[in-house]
Each structure stands twice: as C-alpha cells, then as structure tokens.
C-alpha cells in the first residue's frame, strides 16, 4: 500500500485529499468502534489484574497482579466448567452443521414456494432467547407439557420426569433449544453457497458416471468448505457465548451439570460478586476462542491457496 505523496510534488494536494478522502469519511465509523468496543475492552482486560468486588463497588480496587489468573488455574470447578462447555458446543454445533445442511439441500431443489420456505427459516430469529429459554423450558416439564410423557411412551424416558432437573439429562434440554434456534443460520448461509455452484459442473459429473454421492463428495462439499468453514468458526464463538439460553433454562444446575464458562463467569460476577475473577475468566475464554478462530482461518486459507493451485 503506498503512503501520502510529499504535498511538494505537482498535483501532491489532489492526490494526497485523494487518498485521505476515504479515511475522513470511516473516521466516525472507527471512532464509535473505538468508543463502543475496544475502550470497555481494554476496561473489562484491566479488571483481570485488579482486585474487585461487586460488593464494594465504591472501595479502593488494588493491583493483583496475576493473582486472579492463579486462582482460575487452580479452581476445582473449572475442569467440569470447561467440560461442560465443550459438550454443549460440540454437540450443538455438528446437529445444527448436519440439520442445517441437510434442510439447504432440500430447499436448493424445491420450486416456487421455496422462497416462502426461506422466510420461515428466520422465524426462530426473530424470538428473543428468554423467550427461547423459557418455552422449552415449559416444554421439558411435565406439569406444562406433554412431551415428557411421550418419551416415556417412546421409550426414550424410564420414567415420567423433569428433563432439566435430572443430571444426567439435563443438558439435554438447552442443547435440543440451541439447536432449534441455529439450524436456520446454517441453512441460510450454506443454501446461499449452494445456490453459488453452476449446474454444468454437476452435469459434467453426471456425463463422467459420477453417482449423487460422488456429486456431492468430489463437487458440492469442496466448492461450499469454505463458507461451511466460516459459518462453523461464527456459530460456534456464538454457541460458546449463548450463556443466557442455558441460564434462563437450568442456571447451571442442577449441581452444577449444565454450568457453562458463560454462565460461571456470570454466576462469579453477579452472585459471588467477584468481579475481578469473573473478569480473568473471561480474558481467558476470549484467549481461547482468539486461537481457536486463528487456527478454523489458517485452515480455510490452505484450503482456498489449495484450489488456486488446481486451477492453475
């Protein structure tokens, strides 16, 4: 990228406006940027290394140093916490890739009312998650639903019971929820590369011999990865991040079975009133997923890098 011409030079002052035109114009965009997300940032990373309490908001808030950091590596919780996390992640993530996936399929070959399809897709979006939250949770009861029943009748329950109140089960309920609400995010999105993909090369295929299987293994999957691989990278930072689901539902219980890192850092902050712990942890779950959204981009460059190399 070249820099500013000298202002000395003919038509510099043309130029150098030129160039400074575009930079003036984003200069309030950056600034609220700025203001609205890097500065409460900076604020929320400091209060990792202070020592601070809800509970003396109006007190002196100390160095600590790494203080805080030590206790997150010792805490006897945090390994369940994390387990917990991976658990709901992972298996909210591969139902909502797989249904997501599978429904875009469908719905690339559908006729005319496809596009009514489409705008019913958005119908778990426009609820709010409490909302979300607290309709399955009256769903998973058996004293405001029927469902409990027909799984017992099914067979998929022993006995009639509250799903989110068995700890076996109980993290059942939020993942079934969060599913619900993500498969249309996945669907619009893939649909859209689906839609991307010309008709001649699955004739090509076709006219090679190649079965529906191999249409989609050798030209579908490899054409839609890499929008499959960003969508992957944004819902799981979301999934990761949807704490409110899970707490509106279960609160983390019971005995800590559906206790998340969100709604740990927030069960720290707001009823432990620890704000300075609550904040290392989350410096820490933002470390995480920094690496994790690092390493899903270095994949998806490979993978692009990859195909240029085949077209030439």
């Given at each position: ?41 900076g604020v929320g990373v400091s209060y990792a290394f202070r020592s601070m309490s809800m509970d003396n908001v ?136 689906l839609q991307a993909i010309p008709e001649d090369l699955y004739e090509a295929a ?107």
């Amino acid at each position: 990228m070249q820099g500013f011409p000298s202002l000395n030079e003919p038509g510099a002052q043309a130029a150098w406006l030129q160039r400074a035109l575009p930079w003036f114009l984003l200069m309030p965009a950056l600034l609220l940027v700025c203001g609205a997300l890097l500065v409460p940032l900076g604020v929320g990373v400091s209060y990792a290394f202070r020592s601070m309490s809800m509970d003396n908001v109006f007190g002196e808030a100390g160095f600590a140093g790494l203080d805080n950091f030590r206790t997150l590596v010792g805490d006897p919780k945090l390994g369940t916490v994390l387990g917990n996390t991976l658990t709901w992640t992972l298996s909210s993530l591969v139902l909502q890739c797989g249904l997501g996936f599978g429904l875009a399929l469908l719905l690339r070959h559908t006729g005319k009312g496809g596009r009514q399809l489409q705008a019913l897709l958005f119908l778990p979006w426009a609820i709010p998650s409490v909302l979300i939250g607290l309709v399955w949770k009256m769903l998973f009861s058996p004293y405001t639903s029927p469902l409990p029943h027909w799984l017992v009748y099914l067979g998929l329950l022993p006995h009639v019971t509250d799903i989110l109140a068995e700890p076996d089960l109980a993290m059942i309920g939020p993942i079934v929820a969060n599913v619900w609400f993500g498969i249309p995010f996945f669907a619009i999105t893939l649909l859209a590369a689906l839609q991307a993909i010309p008709e001649d090369l699955y004739e090509a295929a076709a006219l090679d011999g190649a079965y529906a299987w191999q249409q989609f293994t050798r030209v579908t999957l490899p054409l839609v990865m890499p929008t499959l691989l960003i969508t992957v990278l944004l819902r799981s930072v979301w999934i990761v991040n949807f704490g409110d689901l899970v707490w509106i539902m279960t609160q983390g219980g019971p005995a800590g079975t559906t206790q998340i890192l969100p709604t740990y850092l927030f069960a720290t902050a707001f009823t432990d009133l620890n704000e300075g712990y609550a904040s290392a942890l989350a410096v820490a779950q933002l470390v995480l997923l920094l690496i994790y959204a690092a390493t899903v981009l270095r994949l998806r460059r490979r993978i692009m890098d990859g195909r240029t190399e085949e077209s030439q």
